[in-house]
């Protein structure tokens, strides 16, 4: 079964941390970038930061640049995003995306989300 499975979402005061994981299953993300996006309520998807798949060149949104960490660890089929100096702003469902082409075909794999509230 292809899946993605997001964990570590959760409370937290401002100035706090948490670590998102993404792990998938039924496929290797060896092949796939991998990103995390957000939507806070009322607001759209925004995207968060992003690793490539070839080099692990990383991106990442003027907003969290400098407090997040986009990671991975192939061993574990997992990518993580490292998330310091939370504030109330970043309080979000999170999600991953998996995107590949694999012999000529696109393949693009969601996450079902995971809440991260940020608060006092």
Same mark, same amino acid.
């Given at each position: 079964? @292809?899946?993605?499975?997001?964990?570590?979402? !959760?409370?937290?005061?401002?100035?706090? #941390?948490?670590?998102?994981?993404? %792990?998938? +299953?039924?496929?290797?993300?060896?092949?796939?970038?991998?990103?995390?996006?957000?939507?806070?309520?009322?607001?759209?998807?925004?995207? @968060?930061?992003?690793?490539?798949?070839?080099? !692990?060149?990383?991106?990442?949104?003027? #907003?969290?640049?400098?407090?997040? %960490?986009? +990671?991975?660890?192939?061993?574990?089929?997992?990518?993580?995003?490292?998330?310091?100096?939370?504030?109330?702003?970043?309080?979000?469902?999170?999600?991953?995306?998996?995107?590949?082409?694999?012999?000529?075909?696109?393949?693009?794999?969601?996450?079902?989300?995971?809440?991260?509230?940020?608060?006092?």
């Amino acid at each position: 079964q @292809v899946q993605l499975v997001e964990s570590g979402g !959760g409370l937290v005061q401002p100035g706090g #941390s948490l670590r998102l994981s993404c %792990t998938a +299953s039924g496929f290797s993300l060896r092949s796939f970038a991998v990103g995390w996006f957000r939507q806070a309520p009322g607001k759209g998807r925004e995207a @968060v930061s992003c690793i490539s798949a070839s080099d !692990g060149t990383t991106h990442y949104a003027d #907003s969290v640049k400098g407090r997040f %960490t986009i +990671s991975r660890d192939y061993t574990k089929n997992t990518v993580y995003l490292r998330m310091n100096s939370l504030k109330s702003e970043d309080t979000a469902v999170y999600y991953c995306n998996a995107k590949g082409i694999i012999r000529g075909h696109d393949y693009d794999y969601w996450g079902q989300g995971s809440q991260v509230t940020v608060s006092s």
